[in-house]
């Protein structure tokens, strides 16, 4: 079974050591093996116990504890990486601690130097994923689809998307990433989206005010012939429960056709 298509690494070890503490037997052992694999094997499970606890607390908006046991798993963690460092920042940001977050991302930018990651967060402060409200912000730079749908086939909107606010998106998230999806409504206003409706992630990694994005997003034409429009959402995917989906930033007319 295999539980992470990343390459061998330090960010693989990372993942495979925070499934390794999975509530459910089969992810754990598979990752528990895949990391026993691993060179400071041990070290790892340890971070990813601690980084484990920290999303824990997190969860439950108690930030205080989650740089504490972040702070932890940076310790055990075996270095290579900046992630953990960045997730401590930012965690230390939430809890209102701004400048030691500062200091966090400036001892990594000096053992980073080179990293992208690390540079975008220190010129810009990464928002927190506003999980109450629906959505986010964005600009539509560009959208492209097939004007003619064969009846029930998958398609896909392309489009190109710009961040209008003044801090930067957060990349993949525990407390909830930036997604945005597409649906398709008939000439009456109707919503005959077709399951399954897929959210696409923004982005791995934090976009800068004024950064663009290109996204696929996949959608299923109605299986009756007529004029549609997909329709561009933003949504907030929290680590749990049901995606918090915002109105329709745009729309693109397109046909459905019987044969093309």
């Given at each position: 079974?295999?539980?992470?298509?990343?390459?061998?690494?330090?960010?693989?070890?990372?993942?495979?050591?925070?499934?390794?503490?999975?509530?459910?037997?089969?992810?754990?052992?598979?990752?528990?093996?895949?990391?026993?694999?691993?060179?400071?094997?041990?070290?790892?499970?340890?971070?990813?116990?601690?980084?484990?606890?920290?999303?824990?607390?997190?969860?439950?908006?108690?930030?205080?504890?989650?740089?504490?046991?972040?702070?932890?798993?940076?310790?055990?963690?075996?270095?290579?990486?900046?992630?953990?460092?960045?997730?401590?920042?930012?965690?230390?940001?939430?809890?209102?601690?701004?400048?030691?977050?500062?200091?966090?991302?400036?001892?990594?930018?000096?053992?980073?130097?080179?990293?992208?990651?690390?540079?975008?967060?220190?010129?810009?402060?990464?928002?927190?994923?506003?999980?109450?409200?629906?959505?986010?912000?964005?600009?539509?730079?560009?959208?492209?689809?097939?004007?003619?749908?064969?009846?029930?086939?998958?398609?896909?909107?392309?489009v190109t998307i710009r961040n209008p606010e003044n801090q930067a998106w957060p990349g993949l998230q525990?407390?909830?990433?930036?997604?945005?999806?597409?649906?398709?409504?008939?000439?009456?206003?109707?919503?005959?989206?077709?399951?399954?409706?897929?959210?696409?992630?923004?982005?791995?990694?934090?976009?800068?005010?004024?950064?663009?994005?290109?996204?696929?997003?996949?959608?299923?034409?109605?299986?009756?012939?007529?004029?549609?429009?997909?329709?561009?959402?933003?949504?907030?995917?929290?680590?749990?429960?049901?995606?918090?989906?915002?109105?329709?930033?745009?729309?693109?007319?397109?046909?459905?056709?019987?044969?093309?």
């Open positions: 079974m295999q539980l992470v298509s990343y390459p061998p690494g330090p960010v693989r070890n990372r993942l495979l050591a925070r499934l390794a503490h999975d509530v459910e037997p089969t992810v754990s052992r598979g990752a528990q093996a895949g990391l026993a694999e691993a060179p400071d094997a041990a070290a790892w499970m340890a971070g990813g116990a601690a980084e484990v606890e920290a999303d824990g607390a997190l969860f439950h908006n108690k930030y205080g504890e989650a740089v504490e046991y972040m702070e932890q798993a940076l310790n055990r963690y075996p270095k290579g990486e900046p992630g953990p460092g960045l997730k401590l920042a930012w965690l230390q940001g939430a809890d209102g601690r701004r400048e030691v977050a500062q200091a966090t991302l400036k001892a990594l930018s000096a053992q980073y130097p080179d990293d992208p990651r690390v540079a975008v967060t220190m010129q810009w402060p990464v928002s927190r994923p506003r999980l109450l409200g629906h959505g986010f912000e964005f600009e539509v730079v560009s959208k492209q689809v097939a004007y003619k749908v064969l009846r029930g086939q998958w398609s896909f909107l392309s525990v407390k909830g990433t930036y997604a945005v999806r597409a649906t398709v409504r008939d000439g009456s206003g109707k919503d005959v989206s077709l399951q399954p409706v897929w959210d696409i992630a923004v982005s791995m990694d934090p976009v800068v005010p004024g950064g663009e994005v290109v996204l696929q997003l996949p959608f299923r034409a109605p299986a009756q012939d007529g004029k549609y429009e997909v329709l561009i959402h933003p949504v907030i995917l929290p680590p749990f429960g049901t995606p918090r989906v915002g109105p329709p930033q745009s729309a693109l007319p397109f046909e459905v056709v019987r044969k093309l």
